[in-house]
T-cell receptor, first 116, second 114 residues
Framework: AQTVTQSQPEMSVQEAETVTLSCTYD???????LFWYKQPPSRQMILVIR??????QNATENRFSVNFQKAAKSFSLKISDSQLGDAAMYFC?????????????FGKGTKLSVKP | DSGVTQTPKHLITATGQRVTLRCSPR?????VYWYQQSLDQGLQFLIQ???????AKGNILERFSAQQFPDLHSELNLSSLELGDSALYFC?????????????FGPGTRLLVL
């Protein structure tokens, strides 16, 4: 069974600085998807970024980028120019590719605080 | 706003009771997923429906059941409630499973069992 591990329960960053959140996963599949979701205090789950395992290029969405290391099964999220609104829980998630089942497997989350 | 709606937003009930949580997927989405978020278990997948049919089951208790109706809305039924069932229940929808589309989450239903 696939598992997702986030080893940093809490992280803190100064406003305008850069922070990296770590995620590792375990799977025997060669094709899959990886995601980072943000959960602010409102509890809404918001997709931040998505990476397809078959793509070598790291995904980027504005200030958010990932470092995807397939061999190491590592998928870290880098937030540049951190803003107060980035304060939230961040969840790393895995999903198998193809087939009829597309449920997400989540890590335990990292709580990010942003200091003004 | 993701386009996924869930009702009610909050639910307080007693042990042994039964409740129904409702989810309306985004327009055009055929697949619905239910997830439970609790302090001890984190975010866990419960069950998935696609176009009215059950597609996958996760860590869903036998006391829980779900269905997806012809209009594609879904309901999650929780019965014989226990204190440990207190959690945030999310519904997510996507166009179809197994493809590269994104799952969009609703705002969740917060269930408190007293």
């Amino acid at each position: 069974a696939q598992t997702v591990t986030q080893s940093q329960p809490e992280m803190s960053v100064q406003e305008a600085e850069t922070v990296t959140l770590s995620c590792t996963y375990d799977t025997s599949e060669s094709d899959y998807y990886l995601f980072w979701y943000k959960q602010p205090p409102s509890r809404q789950m918001i997709l931040v970024i998505r990476q397809e395992a078959y793509k070598q290029q790291n995904a980027t969405e504005n200030r958010f980028s990932v470092n995807f290391q397939k061999a190491a099964k590592s998928f870290s999220l880098k937030i540049s120019d951190s803003q107060l609104g980035d304060a939230a829980m961040y969840f790393c998630a895995y999903r198998n590719y193809g087939g009829s089942q597309g449920n997400l497997i989540f890590g335990k989350g990292t709580k990010l605080s942003v200091k003004p | 706003d993701s386009g996924v709606t869930q009702t009610p937003k909050h639910l307080i009930t007693a042990t042994g009771q039964r409740v129904t949580l409702r989810c309306s997927p985004r327009s055009g989405d055929l697949s619905v997923y239910w997830y439970q978020q609790s302090l001890d278990q984190g975010l866990q997948f419960l069950i998935q429906y696609y176009n009215g049919e059950e597609r996958a089951k996760g860590n869903i208790l036998e006391r829980f059941s779900a269905q997806q109706f012809p209009d594609l809305h879904s309901e999650l039924n929780l019965s014989s409630l226990e204190l440990g069932d207190s959690a945030l229940y999310f519904c997510a929808s996507s166009v179809r499973p197994g493809m590269a589309e994104t799952q969009y989450f609703g705002p969740g239903t917060r269930l408190l069992v007293l």
